[in-house]
Protein backbone atom coordinates (compact mmCIF):
# COMPACT_ATOMS: atom_id res chain seq x y z
CA UNK A 1 0.00 0.00 0.00
CA UNK A 2 2.99 2.33 1.10
CA UNK A 3 4.28 1.67 -2.64
CA UNK A 4 0.79 2.64 -4.46
CA UNK A 5 0.85 5.89 -2.09
CA UNK A 6 4.40 6.88 -2.95
CA UNK A 7 3.63 6.49 -7.00
CA UNK A 8 0.37 8.18 -6.43
CA UNK A 9 1.85 10.85 -4.39
CA UNK A 10 5.55 11.59 -6.46
CA UNK A 11 2.85 11.99 -9.75
CA UNK A 12 0.42 14.48 -7.92
CA UNK A 13 3.30 17.15 -6.98
CA UNK A 14 2.02 19.78 -8.80
CA UNK A 15 4.12 21.42 -11.66
CA UNK A 16 6.18 24.53 -10.13
CA UNK A 17 7.99 27.43 -11.26
CA UNK A 18 6.90 29.35 -14.62
CA UNK A 19 4.69 26.87 -16.07
CA UNK A 20 1.91 27.33 -13.67
CA UNK A 21 1.67 30.68 -13.39
CA UNK A 22 1.99 31.85 -16.95
CA UNK A 23 -2.06 31.62 -18.29
CA UNK A 24 -2.81 33.75 -14.81
CA UNK A 25 -0.07 36.57 -15.93
CA UNK A 26 -0.32 36.08 -19.58
CA UNK A 27 -4.49 36.91 -18.97
CA UNK A 28 -3.62 39.65 -16.84
CA UNK A 29 -1.37 41.13 -18.83
CA UNK A 30 -4.12 40.93 -21.19
CA UNK A 31 -6.33 42.84 -18.94
CA UNK A 32 -3.74 45.66 -18.77
CA UNK A 33 -3.67 46.22 -22.49
CA UNK A 34 -7.15 46.63 -23.18
CA UNK A 35 -7.41 48.60 -20.42
CA UNK A 36 -4.70 50.99 -22.03
CA UNK A 37 -6.01 50.92 -25.06
CA UNK A 38 -9.31 51.67 -24.25
CA UNK A 39 -7.41 54.63 -22.04
CA UNK A 40 -5.80 55.74 -25.56
CA UNK A 41 -8.85 55.84 -26.83
CA UNK A 42 -11.08 57.86 -24.80
CA UNK A 43 -11.12 61.37 -24.22
CA UNK A 44 -12.67 64.92 -25.64
CA UNK A 45 -10.79 65.02 -28.42
CA UNK A 46 -12.41 61.78 -30.60
CA UNK A 47 -9.96 59.87 -32.42
CA UNK A 48 -10.59 56.83 -34.85
CA UNK A 49 -9.52 53.79 -33.50
CA UNK A 50 -7.97 52.31 -36.37
CA UNK A 51 -6.00 55.25 -36.84
CA UNK A 52 -4.82 55.29 -33.36
CA UNK A 53 -3.55 51.73 -33.58
CA UNK A 54 -1.91 52.25 -36.75
CA UNK A 55 0.02 55.03 -35.12
CA UNK A 56 0.81 52.92 -31.65
CA UNK A 57 2.34 50.54 -34.63
CA UNK A 58 4.33 53.31 -36.24
CA UNK A 59 5.84 54.13 -33.53
CA UNK A 60 7.50 50.77 -32.65
CA UNK A 61 10.93 50.98 -33.39
CA UNK A 62 11.68 49.22 -37.15
CA UNK A 63 8.17 49.52 -37.91
CA UNK A 64 6.42 52.33 -40.46
CA UNK A 65 2.97 52.74 -40.82
CA UNK A 66 0.95 55.73 -42.01
CA UNK A 67 -1.72 56.50 -39.43
CA UNK A 68 -4.03 59.14 -41.15
CA UNK A 69 -3.91 60.82 -37.52
CA UNK A 70 -3.54 65.03 -37.91
CA UNK A 71 -0.19 66.49 -35.98
CA UNK A 72 -2.77 67.76 -33.21
CA UNK A 73 -4.39 64.12 -33.16
CA UNK A 74 -0.40 62.63 -32.87
CA UNK A 75 0.47 64.99 -30.16
CA UNK A 76 -2.62 64.71 -28.50
CA UNK A 77 -1.84 60.69 -28.38
CA UNK A 78 1.61 60.80 -27.43
CA UNK A 79 2.00 63.48 -25.17
CA UNK A 80 -1.21 63.70 -23.41
CA UNK A 81 -3.16 60.59 -23.50
CA UNK A 82 0.27 58.15 -23.50
CA UNK A 83 2.64 59.47 -20.64
CA UNK A 84 -1.10 59.60 -18.80
CA UNK A 85 -1.96 55.77 -19.00
CA UNK A 86 1.72 54.99 -18.55
CA UNK A 87 2.24 57.05 -15.30
CA UNK A 88 -1.59 55.09 -14.35
CA UNK A 89 -0.08 51.87 -14.66
CA UNK A 90 3.27 52.85 -13.18
CA UNK A 91 1.55 54.21 -9.75
CA UNK A 92 -1.39 51.15 -9.86
CA UNK A 93 0.93 48.73 -10.54
CA UNK A 94 3.12 49.76 -7.49
CA UNK A 95 0.53 50.35 -4.81
CA UNK A 96 -1.10 47.17 -5.51
CA UNK A 97 2.01 45.73 -5.81
CA UNK A 98 3.23 46.96 -1.93
CA UNK A 99 -0.19 46.57 -0.79
CA UNK A 100 0.17 42.44 -1.46
CA UNK A 101 3.54 42.87 0.14
CA UNK A 102 2.78 44.43 2.95
CA UNK A 103 0.02 42.28 3.35
CA UNK A 104 2.66 39.62 3.71
CA UNK A 105 4.82 41.61 5.56
CA UNK A 106 2.80 42.41 8.26
CA UNK A 107 0.72 39.30 8.09
CA UNK A 108 -2.09 41.40 8.12
CA UNK A 109 -5.04 41.13 5.30
CA UNK A 110 -5.91 44.99 6.34
CA UNK A 111 -2.38 46.22 5.37
CA UNK A 112 -1.95 48.73 2.84
CA UNK A 113 0.56 50.93 0.88
CA UNK A 114 0.53 53.69 3.35
CA UNK A 115 0.42 51.94 6.67
CA UNK A 116 3.89 53.05 8.17
CA UNK A 117 2.77 56.67 7.71
CA UNK A 118 4.00 56.69 3.88
CA UNK A 119 0.76 58.89 2.90
CA UNK A 120 1.00 61.48 6.15
CA UNK A 121 4.72 61.93 5.58
CA UNK A 122 4.08 62.61 1.64
CA UNK A 123 0.52 64.30 2.69
CA UNK A 124 2.83 66.72 4.88
CA UNK A 125 5.90 67.24 2.52
CA UNK A 126 3.29 68.48 -0.80
CA UNK A 127 0.95 70.35 1.76
CA UNK A 128 4.57 72.15 2.27
CA UNK A 129 5.11 72.95 -0.73
CA UNK A 130 1.90 74.73 -1.76
CA UNK A 131 1.80 76.63 0.92
CA UNK A 132 5.24 77.29 1.21
CA UNK A 133 6.45 77.36 -2.40
CA UNK A 134 4.08 77.39 -4.84
CA UNK A 135 5.23 76.70 -8.33
CA UNK A 136 9.13 76.53 -7.10
CA UNK A 137 11.62 74.50 -9.04
CA UNK A 138 14.73 72.83 -7.79
CA UNK A 139 17.03 71.98 -10.69
CA UNK A 140 14.00 71.83 -13.34
CA UNK A 141 12.09 69.52 -11.14
CA UNK A 142 9.05 70.70 -9.47
CA UNK A 143 10.09 70.93 -5.88
CA UNK A 144 6.16 69.18 -4.89
CA UNK A 145 7.27 66.03 -5.48
CA UNK A 146 10.65 66.19 -3.87
CA UNK A 147 8.96 67.25 -0.55
CA UNK A 148 5.91 64.74 -1.08
CA UNK A 149 8.77 61.95 -1.36
CA UNK A 150 11.01 63.06 1.29
CA UNK A 151 8.07 63.25 3.66
CA UNK A 152 7.07 60.08 2.61
CA UNK A 153 10.20 58.16 3.02
CA UNK A 154 11.36 60.03 6.40
CA UNK A 155 8.18 59.07 7.82
CA UNK A 156 8.26 55.64 6.60
CA UNK A 157 12.09 55.39 8.62
CA UNK A 158 10.35 56.97 11.73
CA UNK A 159 7.35 54.65 12.09
CA UNK A 160 10.56 51.71 11.63
CA UNK A 161 12.39 53.08 14.38
CA UNK A 162 10.01 54.26 16.72
CA UNK A 163 8.41 51.01 16.44
CA UNK A 164 11.94 48.82 16.91
CA UNK A 165 12.47 51.13 19.68
CA UNK A 166 9.38 49.41 21.41
CA UNK A 167 11.59 47.01 21.79
CA UNK A 168 12.37 43.58 19.50
CA UNK A 169 11.17 43.94 15.75
CA UNK A 170 7.74 42.48 15.61
CA UNK A 171 5.08 43.68 12.81
CA UNK A 172 2.89 44.68 15.48
CA UNK A 173 5.48 47.54 17.07
CA UNK A 174 6.29 48.41 13.60
CA UNK A 175 2.56 49.04 13.15
CA UNK A 176 2.03 50.76 15.91
CA UNK A 177 4.75 52.97 15.58
CA UNK A 178 3.07 53.49 11.92
CA UNK A 179 0.34 54.96 14.01
CA UNK A 180 1.59 56.85 15.94
CA UNK A 181 4.13 58.70 13.05
CA UNK A 182 0.70 58.97 11.10
CA UNK A 183 -1.11 60.82 13.43
CA UNK A 184 1.36 63.38 14.51
CA UNK A 185 2.60 64.32 11.19
CA UNK A 186 -1.66 64.20 10.03
CA UNK A 187 -1.95 66.63 12.77
CA UNK A 188 1.23 68.83 11.57
CA UNK A 189 0.01 68.78 7.87
CA UNK A 190 -3.77 70.01 9.29
CA UNK A 191 -1.96 72.80 10.77
CA UNK A 192 0.06 74.06 8.01
CA UNK A 193 -2.90 73.82 5.77
CA UNK A 194 -5.17 75.72 8.00
CA UNK A 195 -2.49 78.73 8.11
CA UNK A 196 -3.05 79.71 4.33
CA UNK A 197 -6.57 79.31 3.61
CA UNK A 198 -6.27 80.61 0.38
CA UNK A 199 -4.13 77.03 -1.07
CA UNK A 200 -6.85 75.01 0.71
CA UNK A 201 -8.55 73.53 -2.46
CA UNK A 202 -4.97 73.01 -3.90
CA UNK A 203 -4.13 70.62 -1.27
CA UNK A 204 -7.04 69.08 -1.63
CA UNK A 205 -6.61 68.38 -5.36
CA UNK A 206 -3.56 66.96 -4.32
CA UNK A 207 -4.51 64.60 -1.30
CA UNK A 208 -7.52 63.38 -3.52
CA UNK A 209 -4.91 61.98 -5.77
CA UNK A 210 -4.88 63.06 -9.59
CA UNK A 211 -3.04 61.98 -12.56
CA UNK A 212 -4.04 65.28 -14.82
CA UNK A 213 -0.50 66.58 -14.91
CA UNK A 214 0.87 63.80 -15.87
CA UNK A 215 3.61 64.23 -18.61
CA UNK A 216 6.64 62.40 -19.76
CA UNK A 217 8.46 63.75 -17.41
CA UNK A 218 6.10 62.41 -14.20
CA UNK A 219 6.91 59.37 -15.94
CA UNK A 220 10.52 60.14 -15.64
CA UNK A 221 10.82 61.15 -12.50
CA UNK A 222 9.15 57.71 -10.63
CA UNK A 223 10.32 55.47 -12.75
CA UNK A 224 14.04 54.38 -11.52
CA UNK A 225 12.07 54.48 -7.88
CA UNK A 226 9.24 52.22 -8.73
CA UNK A 227 11.65 49.79 -10.73
CA UNK A 228 13.97 49.39 -8.47
CA UNK A 229 11.29 48.68 -5.66
CA UNK A 230 8.95 46.25 -7.79
CA UNK A 231 12.23 44.03 -8.92
CA UNK A 232 12.69 44.00 -5.04
CA UNK A 233 9.67 43.14 -3.84
CA UNK A 234 9.24 40.65 -6.94
CA UNK A 235 12.28 39.10 -5.81
CA UNK A 236 10.65 38.21 -2.45
CA UNK A 237 7.94 36.38 -3.38
CA UNK A 238 9.25 32.63 -1.73
CA UNK A 239 10.53 34.52 1.42
CA UNK A 240 7.26 36.24 2.15
CA UNK A 241 5.94 32.40 1.95
CA UNK A 242 8.31 31.97 4.57
CA UNK A 243 7.44 34.89 6.34
CA UNK A 244 3.74 33.55 6.26
CA UNK A 245 4.70 31.03 9.27
CA UNK A 246 5.34 33.88 11.52
CA UNK A 247 8.70 34.77 12.95
CA UNK A 248 9.74 32.23 14.81
CA UNK A 249 8.78 29.56 12.10
CA UNK A 250 10.96 31.53 9.64
CA UNK A 251 13.83 31.82 11.65
CA UNK A 252 13.49 27.46 12.88
CA UNK A 253 13.78 27.48 8.89
CA UNK A 254 17.04 29.74 9.01
CA UNK A 255 15.14 32.89 7.59
CA UNK A 256 15.76 35.98 9.63
CA UNK A 257 12.07 37.50 9.58
CA UNK A 258 13.37 40.93 10.85
CA UNK A 259 16.04 41.23 8.00
CA UNK A 260 13.17 40.96 5.43
CA UNK A 261 10.80 42.90 6.93
CA UNK A 262 13.40 45.32 6.77
CA UNK A 263 13.90 44.62 3.44
CA UNK A 264 10.56 44.96 1.88
CA UNK A 265 9.69 48.06 4.05
CA UNK A 266 12.57 49.92 2.71
CA UNK A 267 11.02 48.92 -0.98
CA UNK A 268 7.14 49.39 -0.16
CA UNK A 269 8.41 53.23 1.02
CA UNK A 270 10.76 53.65 -2.23
CA UNK A 271 7.96 52.56 -4.49
CA UNK A 272 5.12 54.37 -2.69
CA UNK A 273 6.47 57.89 -1.85
CA UNK A 274 7.46 57.90 -5.74
CA UNK A 275 4.07 57.69 -6.90
CA UNK A 276 2.66 59.48 -4.38
CA UNK A 277 4.70 62.47 -5.22
CA UNK A 278 3.46 62.71 -8.67
CA UNK A 279 0.19 61.09 -8.22
CA UNK A 280 -1.36 62.41 -5.15
CA UNK A 281 -2.89 59.93 -2.59
CA UNK A 282 -4.89 57.51 -4.30
CA UNK A 283 -6.46 54.97 -1.74
CA UNK A 284 -7.57 51.62 -1.54
CA UNK A 285 -6.12 50.21 -4.41
CA UNK A 286 -3.10 48.42 -2.74
CA UNK A 287 -5.86 46.60 -0.84
CA UNK A 288 -8.47 46.11 -3.19
CA UNK A 289 -6.46 44.72 -6.09
CA UNK A 290 -4.34 41.84 -4.32
CA UNK A 291 -7.77 40.59 -2.44
CA UNK A 292 -9.40 40.63 -5.45
CA UNK A 293 -6.66 38.06 -6.86
CA UNK A 294 -6.67 36.17 -3.51
CA UNK A 295 -10.43 35.87 -4.60
CA UNK A 296 -10.02 34.90 -7.69
CA UNK A 297 -7.93 32.17 -6.32
CA UNK A 298 -4.27 32.84 -6.52
CA UNK A 299 -2.61 31.42 -3.51
CA UNK A 300 1.34 31.88 -3.18
CA UNK A 301 3.63 35.22 -3.03
CA UNK A 302 5.42 34.13 -6.75
CA UNK A 303 1.49 34.46 -8.45
CA UNK A 304 0.00 37.17 -6.15
CA UNK A 305 2.73 39.23 -6.74
CA UNK A 306 3.03 39.61 -10.35
CA UNK A 307 -0.82 39.79 -10.45
CA UNK A 308 -0.96 42.67 -8.16
CA UNK A 309 1.66 44.44 -10.38
CA UNK A 310 -0.37 43.77 -13.54
CA UNK A 311 -3.60 44.19 -11.98
CA UNK A 312 -2.75 46.96 -10.34
CA UNK A 313 -1.84 48.85 -13.03
CA UNK A 314 -4.65 47.71 -15.06
CA UNK A 315 -6.94 48.85 -12.59
CA UNK A 316 -6.09 52.47 -12.04
CA UNK A 317 -5.74 53.13 -16.19
CA UNK A 318 -9.67 51.94 -15.96
CA UNK A 319 -10.05 54.04 -12.91
CA UNK A 320 -8.86 57.13 -14.10
CA UNK A 321 -10.38 56.22 -17.39
CA UNK A 322 -14.18 56.71 -15.38
CA UNK A 323 -12.47 59.75 -13.72
CA UNK A 324 -11.83 61.50 -16.89
CA UNK A 325 -14.80 60.72 -18.51
CA UNK A 326 -17.98 60.30 -16.12
CA UNK A 327 -18.27 63.78 -15.31
CA UNK A 328 -16.35 65.41 -19.11
CA UNK A 329 -15.74 67.67 -19.97
CA UNK A 330 -14.92 68.15 -15.73
CA UNK A 331 -12.83 65.40 -13.88
CA UNK A 332 -13.20 63.64 -11.02
CA UNK A 333 -10.36 63.18 -8.75
CA UNK A 334 -9.37 59.46 -9.21
CA UNK A 335 -8.78 58.35 -5.69
CA UNK A 336 -13.03 59.61 -5.40
CA UNK A 337 -13.30 56.63 -7.94
CA UNK A 338 -11.09 54.15 -6.42
CA UNK A 339 -12.88 54.95 -3.04
CA UNK A 340 -16.13 54.17 -4.42
CA UNK A 341 -15.34 50.80 -5.62
CA UNK A 342 -12.60 50.33 -2.71
CA UNK A 343 -14.48 51.02 0.02
CA UNK A 344 -17.44 48.54 0.06
CA UNK A 345 -14.62 45.80 -0.94
CA UNK A 346 -12.92 46.98 1.81
CA UNK A 347 -15.36 46.34 3.97
CA UNK A 348 -16.37 42.80 2.71
CA UNK A 349 -12.88 41.83 2.98
CA UNK A 350 -12.92 42.72 6.35
CA UNK A 351 -16.40 41.12 6.88
CA UNK A 352 -15.25 38.01 5.44
CA UNK A 353 -11.38 38.19 6.78
CA UNK A 354 -12.21 37.45 10.44
CA UNK A 355 -13.59 38.49 13.88
CA UNK A 356 -15.88 34.83 13.74
CA UNK A 357 -17.71 34.39 16.57
CA UNK B 1 30.62 11.56 20.58
CA UNK B 2 26.94 12.43 21.33
CA UNK B 3 25.43 14.19 18.34
CA UNK B 4 24.03 16.51 20.53
CA UNK B 5 25.51 17.75 23.71
CA UNK B 6 24.09 20.03 26.27
CA UNK B 7 26.51 21.05 29.46
CA UNK B 8 24.88 23.69 32.68
CA UNK B 9 22.43 24.89 29.69
CA UNK B 10 20.35 27.53 31.27
CA UNK B 11 17.56 29.95 29.85
CA UNK B 12 15.65 32.68 31.04
CA UNK B 13 11.82 33.63 30.04
CA UNK B 14 10.62 36.85 30.59
CA UNK B 15 13.35 37.16 34.14
CA UNK B 16 11.84 33.74 35.04
CA UNK B 17 14.78 30.61 34.67
CA UNK B 18 13.02 28.35 31.93
CA UNK B 19 15.98 26.07 32.21
CA UNK B 20 18.66 25.45 34.62
CA UNK B 21 21.78 23.65 34.72
CA UNK B 22 20.69 20.98 32.44
CA UNK B 23 23.63 18.60 30.99
CA UNK B 24 22.53 16.23 28.42
CA UNK B 25 23.94 14.14 25.27
CA UNK B 26 21.89 12.68 22.27
CA UNK B 27 23.24 9.78 20.80
CA UNK B 28 23.25 9.49 16.95
CA UNK B 29 20.05 7.73 15.78
CA UNK B 30 18.36 7.93 19.41
CA UNK B 31 14.88 8.87 20.20
CA UNK B 32 14.79 10.53 23.27
CA UNK B 33 11.94 11.64 25.42
CA UNK B 34 11.65 15.00 27.30
CA UNK B 35 8.80 14.44 29.84
CA UNK B 36 7.65 16.29 32.58
CA UNK B 37 4.89 18.38 34.27
CA UNK B 38 3.65 21.48 32.24
CA UNK B 39 5.77 24.52 32.86
CA UNK B 40 9.04 22.02 33.28
CA UNK B 41 11.28 23.57 30.12
CA UNK B 42 10.25 20.76 27.32
CA UNK B 43 9.64 23.40 24.98
CA UNK B 44 11.90 25.62 26.08
CA UNK B 45 14.99 23.07 25.90
CA UNK B 46 13.52 21.77 22.23
CA UNK B 47 13.33 25.77 21.18
CA UNK B 48 16.98 25.76 22.65
CA UNK B 49 18.31 22.93 20.29
CA UNK B 50 16.46 24.64 17.28
CA UNK B 51 18.59 27.64 18.31
CA UNK B 52 15.50 29.81 19.15
CA UNK B 53 16.65 30.96 22.31
CA UNK B 54 18.81 32.57 23.75
CA UNK B 55 20.84 31.27 27.07
CA UNK B 56 24.39 30.35 29.20
CA UNK B 57 26.10 27.23 28.86
CA UNK B 58 26.91 24.94 25.69
CA UNK B 59 24.80 22.99 23.23
CA UNK B 60 26.99 21.62 20.75
CA UNK B 61 26.12 19.54 17.39
CA UNK B 62 28.53 17.22 16.30
CA UNK B 63 31.00 18.62 18.73
CA UNK B 64 30.86 22.60 17.11
CA UNK B 65 29.10 25.24 19.19
CA UNK B 66 25.27 25.52 18.09
CA UNK B 67 26.49 29.52 17.77
CA UNK B 68 28.99 28.74 15.58
CA UNK B 69 26.33 26.82 13.16
CA UNK B 70 24.87 29.64 10.96
CA UNK B 71 21.21 30.24 10.81
CA UNK B 72 20.70 28.43 7.66
CA UNK B 73 23.31 25.26 8.41
CA UNK B 74 21.54 24.29 11.31
CA UNK B 75 18.10 24.61 10.20
CA UNK B 76 19.66 21.79 7.27
CA UNK B 77 20.31 19.35 10.01
CA UNK B 78 18.16 20.46 12.62
CA UNK B 79 14.05 20.36 12.17
CA UNK B 80 11.67 21.82 14.94
CA UNK B 81 8.12 20.82 14.80
CA UNK B 82 6.43 23.26 16.77
CA UNK B 83 3.24 22.42 19.62
CA UNK B 84 0.94 24.24 17.39
CA UNK B 85 2.66 25.74 14.15
CA UNK B 86 1.24 28.40 11.77
CA UNK B 87 -0.25 27.26 8.86
CA UNK B 88 -0.76 29.52 6.45
CA UNK B 89 -4.69 29.85 5.49
CA UNK B 90 -5.12 29.39 1.53
CA UNK B 91 -1.66 27.82 1.09
CA UNK B 92 -1.63 24.31 -0.35
CA UNK B 93 -0.12 21.00 1.30
CA UNK B 94 2.91 20.95 -1.18
CA UNK B 95 3.14 24.85 -1.45
CA UNK B 96 3.52 24.12 2.50
CA UNK B 97 5.96 21.46 2.66
CA UNK B 98 8.21 23.13 0.22
CA UNK B 99 8.94 25.46 2.53
CA UNK B 100 10.58 23.18 4.26
CA UNK B 101 13.57 22.98 1.39
CA UNK B 102 13.79 26.79 3.11
CA UNK B 103 17.25 26.09 4.33
CA UNK B 104 18.99 24.63 0.74
CA UNK B 105 17.76 27.55 -0.97
CA UNK B 106 20.11 31.04 -1.38
CA UNK B 107 18.61 34.09 -0.38
CA UNK B 108 16.78 34.76 -3.46
CA UNK B 109 17.29 31.77 -5.20
CA UNK B 110 14.48 29.27 -6.50
CA UNK B 111 13.68 25.92 -6.27
CA UNK B 112 15.78 23.26 -7.81
CA UNK B 113 15.50 19.59 -8.95
CA UNK B 114 16.96 18.55 -5.69
CA UNK B 115 14.48 20.48 -3.38
CA UNK B 116 11.38 19.30 -6.26
CA UNK B 117 12.61 15.60 -5.56
CA UNK B 118 12.87 16.49 -1.56
CA UNK B 119 9.32 17.19 -2.03
CA UNK B 120 8.11 14.74 -3.58
CA UNK B 121 9.61 12.47 -1.06
CA UNK B 122 8.01 13.90 1.68
CA UNK B 123 4.67 14.15 0.56
CA UNK B 124 5.01 10.70 -0.80
CA UNK B 125 6.97 9.15 2.92
CA UNK B 126 3.53 10.81 4.83
CA UNK B 127 1.58 9.84 2.17
CA UNK B 128 0.35 13.38 1.25
CA UNK B 129 0.14 12.86 -2.64
CA UNK B 130 -3.83 12.87 -2.58
CA UNK B 131 -3.49 15.85 -0.14
CA UNK B 132 -0.86 18.00 -2.25
CA UNK B 133 -3.50 20.30 -3.57
CA UNK B 134 -5.17 20.78 -1.08
CA UNK B 135 -5.74 24.06 0.89
CA UNK B 136 -4.41 23.33 4.74
CA UNK B 137 -7.28 25.16 6.37
CA UNK B 138 -9.59 22.01 4.80
CA UNK B 139 -7.67 19.26 6.56
CA UNK B 140 -8.24 17.27 9.65
CA UNK B 141 -6.15 16.96 13.05
CA UNK B 142 -3.95 14.23 12.11
CA UNK B 143 -3.88 15.42 8.33
CA UNK B 144 -2.05 18.36 9.54
CA UNK B 145 -0.03 17.02 11.73
CA UNK B 146 1.22 14.72 8.66
CA UNK B 147 1.84 18.38 6.89
CA UNK B 148 3.95 19.79 9.40
CA UNK B 149 5.62 16.28 9.43
CA UNK B 150 6.08 16.43 5.69
CA UNK B 151 7.42 19.83 5.87
CA UNK B 152 9.84 18.86 8.23
CA UNK B 153 11.23 16.02 6.58
CA UNK B 154 11.80 17.88 3.44
CA UNK B 155 14.06 19.95 5.30
CA UNK B 156 15.92 16.92 5.37
CA UNK B 157 17.33 16.82 8.81
CA UNK B 158 19.28 14.80 11.10
CA UNK B 159 17.85 16.04 14.12
CA UNK B 160 13.80 16.33 14.07
CA UNK B 161 12.74 17.96 17.32
CA UNK B 162 9.12 17.20 18.21
CA UNK B 163 7.04 19.28 20.61
CA UNK B 164 3.65 17.12 21.78
CA UNK B 165 3.39 15.97 18.48
CA UNK B 166 0.13 14.11 19.13
CA UNK B 167 -1.55 16.43 21.58
CA UNK B 168 -4.33 17.19 19.14
CA UNK B 169 -4.58 13.82 18.27
CA UNK B 170 -7.25 10.93 19.15
CA UNK B 171 -5.33 7.45 20.02
CA UNK B 172 -4.94 6.06 16.66
CA UNK B 173 -4.56 9.05 15.22
CA UNK B 174 -1.04 9.31 17.37
CA UNK B 175 -0.18 5.86 17.72
CA UNK B 176 -0.20 6.44 13.52
CA UNK B 177 1.69 9.39 13.72
CA UNK B 178 4.42 8.15 16.32
CA UNK B 179 4.65 4.75 13.95
CA UNK B 180 5.65 7.09 11.21
CA UNK B 181 8.03 9.02 12.95
CA UNK B 182 9.39 5.35 14.08
CA UNK B 183 9.57 4.38 10.20
CA UNK B 184 11.13 7.83 9.23
CA UNK B 185 13.52 7.40 11.55
CA UNK B 186 15.07 3.98 10.98
CA UNK B 187 14.34 4.53 7.12
CA UNK B 188 16.62 7.70 6.90
CA UNK B 189 18.95 7.67 10.73
CA UNK B 190 16.77 10.50 11.82
CA UNK B 191 17.52 11.46 15.45
CA UNK B 192 14.29 12.21 17.39
CA UNK B 193 14.16 14.11 20.88
CA UNK B 194 10.03 14.80 21.32
CA UNK B 195 8.24 16.62 24.51
CA UNK B 196 5.48 14.82 25.59
CA UNK B 197 2.47 14.17 27.97
CA UNK B 198 1.71 10.51 26.76
CA UNK B 199 4.21 8.40 29.58
CA UNK B 200 2.95 5.67 27.95
CA UNK B 201 3.43 6.50 24.24
CA UNK B 202 6.70 7.68 25.48
CA UNK B 203 8.47 4.34 26.96
CA UNK B 204 6.67 3.05 23.84
CA UNK B 205 8.87 4.51 21.14
CA UNK B 206 11.77 6.46 22.89
CA UNK B 207 15.07 4.53 23.79
CA UNK B 208 15.46 7.02 26.67
CA UNK B 209 13.62 9.32 28.51
CA UNK B 210 14.74 12.53 30.17
CA UNK B 211 12.56 14.12 32.99
CA UNK B 212 12.33 17.99 33.55
CA UNK B 213 11.10 19.71 36.72
CA UNK B 214 11.09 23.02 37.52
CA UNK B 215 13.53 23.56 34.50
CA UNK B 216 15.63 21.17 36.01
CA UNK B 217 16.50 17.56 34.57
CA UNK B 218 15.83 15.52 37.37
CA UNK B 219 15.90 11.66 36.09
CA UNK B 220 17.34 10.04 32.59
CA UNK B 221 17.98 6.91 31.51
CA UNK B 222 15.62 3.75 30.17
CA UNK B 223 11.87 4.64 30.90
CA UNK B 224 11.95 1.38 34.09
CA UNK B 225 14.38 3.40 36.27
CA UNK B 226 12.96 6.92 35.37
CA UNK B 227 9.18 6.09 35.48
CA UNK B 228 8.77 5.23 39.13
CA UNK B 229 5.59 5.96 41.76
CA UNK B 230 7.68 8.22 44.04
CA UNK B 231 9.23 9.96 41.37
CA UNK B 232 5.75 10.81 39.02
CA UNK B 233 4.28 11.83 42.40
CA UNK B 234 6.98 14.04 43.54
CA UNK B 235 7.50 15.61 40.05
CA UNK B 236 3.93 15.72 38.66
CA UNK B 237 1.84 15.33 41.78
CA UNK B 238 -0.05 12.37 40.79
CA UNK B 239 -0.85 9.15 42.23
CA UNK B 240 -0.04 6.56 39.61
CA UNK B 241 0.90 2.97 39.40
CA UNK B 242 3.42 1.24 37.48
CA UNK B 243 2.35 -1.58 35.42
CA UNK B 244 5.44 -4.09 34.07
CA UNK B 245 3.84 -6.13 31.66
CA UNK B 246 5.72 -9.79 30.65
CA UNK B 247 6.71 -8.59 27.26
CA UNK B 248 9.08 -6.05 28.86
CA UNK B 249 6.83 -3.07 28.50
CA UNK B 250 5.37 -0.70 30.92
CA UNK B 251 2.12 1.61 32.07
CA UNK B 252 1.27 4.10 34.02
CA UNK B 253 -2.17 3.90 35.45
CA UNK B 254 -3.84 6.52 37.38
CA UNK B 255 -4.94 5.84 41.16
CA UNK B 256 -6.96 7.51 43.28
CA UNK B 257 -5.62 8.92 46.35
CA UNK B 258 -6.49 8.57 49.90
CA UNK B 259 -6.64 6.09 52.46
CA UNK B 260 -8.15 3.51 50.49
CA UNK B 261 -5.41 4.21 47.94
CA UNK B 262 -3.94 0.82 46.39
CA UNK B 263 -7.15 -1.15 47.58
CA UNK B 264 -9.23 -2.36 44.71
CA UNK B 265 -12.57 -0.84 46.14
CA UNK B 266 -10.90 2.58 46.59
CA UNK B 267 -12.86 5.76 47.39
CA UNK B 268 -14.94 6.06 50.99
CA UNK B 269 -17.82 4.21 50.05
Known sequence: MRTAATAAGAGAVPARGLARRAAPIALAVAALAAAALCGLLAGPAGMPAGGVMRELVDGLPLVEMESGLSPTERAILWELRLPRVVLGALVGGTLALAGAAYQGVFLNPLADPYLLGVAAGAGLGATAAIVYAPGVEVAGVAVLPLLAFAGGAVAAAAAYLVGRSAGGRSATTLILGGVAVASFLTAVQAFVQQSRTDSVRDVYDWILGRLATAGWSDVALVLPYVGVAAAVILLHGRLLDVLSLGDEGSEALGVRAARVRLVLVAAVTLGTAAAVAVSGLIGFVGIIVPHAIRLLGATGHRLLLPLSLVGGAAFLIAADLVARTALAPAELPIGVVTAMVGAPVFAFVLRSSGFRT | ?269
Open chain 2, 1 to 269: MSLLTLREVAVDLGGRPALAGVTLGVERGEWLALIGPNGAGKSTLLRALAGLCRGRGAIELDGAPLRSVGRRALARRVALVDQSPTLPEGMTVSDYVALGRTPHIPYLGREGPQDRRAVADALAALELGPLARRRLETLSGGERQRAVLGRALAQSPEVLLLDEPTTALDLGRAQLVLELVAHLRKERGLTVVSATHDLTLAVVYADRLALLSGGRLAAEGPAAEVLTEDRLLRHYGVHVRIVHDPAGGLAVMPARPGPAFGTAAGGSA
